[in-house]
């Protein structure tokens, strides 16, 4: 038992190091890993996108699962950015229009992530900025 639990840690250790691999090496040019919403403010001219901080919590604030089941709203969460970043779309995004309006949609990345890559990103931008404000 003991065993199967060490192994699923270190799964989620790889895992977690894996995603942020792929984030900066996929996602780093245009997503800003942390910053505050002072600073986005004063640096709208020359960022690219949202940063990561704010996508994350935006997300998370725009999904809402009945039952308050976090495990459910994690998966919904994944599922949603591991699509979008093959699918980006004006009828997806959650952006802010004003935000939308100043970067544009989101370039597809389609073809350049393998499925487990966009899995490992899409984790680790939900797990990531877990207890971490964005304020
Ligand atoms: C060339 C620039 C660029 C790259 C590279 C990029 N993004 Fe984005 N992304 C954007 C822009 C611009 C937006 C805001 C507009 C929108 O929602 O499409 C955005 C928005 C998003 C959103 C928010 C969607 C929503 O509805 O709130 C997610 C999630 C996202 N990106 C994930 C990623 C991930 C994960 C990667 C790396 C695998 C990535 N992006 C790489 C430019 C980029």
Redesign the pocket.
Known sequence: MKSIWMIGMAATLLCGAEGRS??QK??????VEMMEKKEVIRNLGTL???P?VE??H??KE?VIIADEDDDVKRRVIVA??KD??EN???Q????HPM??EK?????S?KG??SDE??QA??EW?YDRYEGVAFR
């Open positions: 792929v984030y996929y996602c780093q040019q245009c997503h690219k996108a949202p990561m996508v994350s935006r997300l725009n949603f950015v979008y970043i980006p779309s004006i997806y995004s959650m952006c935000a939308i970067f544009g949609i989101m370039p990345l350049k992530l890559e966009r990103v899409a931008v």
